[in-house]
């Protein structure tokens, strides 16, 4: 795991969201914080990332609770500063804080780690509906209710 510090910070300027994510994602896969999209750009951000990471072969397990799993995870919650934000975190404790102040978080709500894609857990199947049909690895190739027009 490489140590990735955000660049932009939430209330620089209105409107403008932390790259937190970017950095924690960055930072767990070893990337350079720009191979790595900011996902607070997206309304989804979650299925955004999601979309991303199976274009690298893996998929994100989520946990919601207050747990930091045992195992290399983004961990998300409340920062000190009253914002939401991620961190990394293992073996049940935050590791690293991309942000400049390394101050963490002062509450968790949830957690997500990568897994290899596909696996008996997640098969392939379309990501719009959630169909587990062999060979269906992409939106819009069966009849689908979630599929682009």
């Known amino acids: 795991m490489s ?12 409107g403008v969201y932390g790259n937190c994510v970017q950095a924690v994602i960055a ?3 070893d990337l350079p914080l720009a191979s790595v999209p900011h996902f607070a750009h997206f309304d989804w951000w979650e299925g955004a ?3 991303w990471a199976r274009g ?8 919601h609770g207050d747990t930091i799993p ?3 995870a983004m961990v998300c919650g409340k920062s000190p500063r009253g914002l939401g934000h991620a961190v990394v975190g293992d073996a049940e404790s935050i590791i690293w804080d991309p942000h400049p102040d390394r101050t963490g978080l ?6 997500m780690w990568f897994e290899d894609w596909p696996n ?3 098969p392939t199947g379309c990501f719009a509906c959630g169909s587990i049909l062999p ?3 992409t939106i819009g190739t069966h009849s689908c209710p979630g599929a682009l027009s």
């Open 106 to 111: 002062v509450s968790v709500d949830r957690a």
């Open 56 to 63: 690298k072969g893996l998929t994100c397990h989520w946990i």
């Open 49 to 51: 990332l999601e979309f």
């Open 3 to 14: 140590r990735v510090t955000q660049t932009i910070l939430a209330g620089q300027e209105d």
């Open 120 to 122: 008996r857990d997640y």
């Open 135 to 137: 060979g269906v690895t």
């Open 27 to 29: 930072s767990m896969l």
């Open 70 to 72: 045992d195992r290399l």
